[in-house]
């Protein structure tokens, strides 16, 4: 059994300025994306991309995951507490982000991007997928060092307790999900997108596997972080609103490998 480390949730101070750990971890998450979007451009046959699409990428897709996950934390799980304290809406280094939610906010900024790129929109999707996972899962480190999204209790030899929440062990259900949502998919869609494949598998592939883990990892997560508790046939809602994107991902696999369209890498539309 461990007790968490209770990390200072404050990496530095600049004066006045707090750099605080959940903000680095996005940051690295953003610096990944970029990192590997490069490598994907440079060695692989993405003729459709270049440098400074990947950067507007990067741009659209921090604005939809800031404004998409904050509204989906508190819409999906705390709506009635920050419907009292709207102010806190916008305090986001206090941590409060929900994947679910920017998932939707990065889905409508690439369809902004697509459209002024004039590329098909599951191209764009298509690209991006591989270069998200390892982002997720520098989330998830951030998770732990705030020590929030807990897991249940459990009597398992690395149980960790968490003093804040009680005495009681509990799965580190952060580092799970880092394992799952983060190594696990990210190592799945890179070697699957390694290949030529049909318009739209990539994504359907991404949906499908982060539906997956999420729905496993959500068996070992506190449900709905304490606040929320299962739901209807005892469901968490992280288990909820993942089962769409499990349809979803199944529909669009097999949409792609029964469509006409040739591989991704063979879109001819001009570079820009």
């Not at 190594?183 to 991404?206: D, E």
């Amino acid at each position: 059994m461990f007790v968490h480390p209770q990390f200072d949730p404050v990496a530095l101070y600049l004066g006045p300025l707090a750099i605080r750990w959940y903000g680095l971890m996005y940051l690295l998450g953003f610096a990944l994306f970029i990192l590997l979007g490069r490598y994907r451009i440079r060695r692989g046959p993405q003729a459709a991309f270049t440098n400074t699409m990947l950067d507007d990428m990067l741009f659209y897709g921090v604005l939809g995951v800031l404004v998409g996950g904050r509204l989906g934390y508190v819409l999906f799980y705390h709506f009635g507490y920050y419907i009292q304290r709207p102010l806190e809406i916008f305090a986001v280094w206090q941590g409060g982000m929900a994947f679910h939610g920017g998932f939707l906010g990065v889905i409508m900024a690439m369809a902004l991007l697509a459209r002024k790129y004039k590329l098909r929109w599951l191209v764009v999707t298509d690209f991006i997928a591989p270069l998200v996972p390892l982002g997720l899962g520098a989330g998830r480190i951030g998770n732990f060092i705030n020590a929030e999204l807990w897991g249940r209790p459990t009597d398992i030899a690395w149980g960790m307790i968490f003093p804040h929440v009680d005495k009681l062990p509990r799965h580190p259900s952060q580092l799970y999900e880092l394992a799952l949502e983060g190594l696990a998919l990210f190592a799945l869609l890179w070697i699957y997108s390694s290949k030529p494949r049909p318009v739209g598998a990539v994504s359907g592939m991404f949906l499908l596997g982060y539906g997956i883990f999420r729905s496993i990892a959500e068996f070992f997560r506190e449900p709905g972080d304490g606040f929320i508790g299962v739901l209807t046939l005892g469901i968490s809602m992280g288990q909820w609103l993942s089962l769409p994107m499990i349809a979803a991902g199944i529909g669009m696999l097999v949409w792609a490998n029964r469509g006409s369209d040739k591989p991704a890498k063979s879109d001819k539309r001009s570079r820009k």
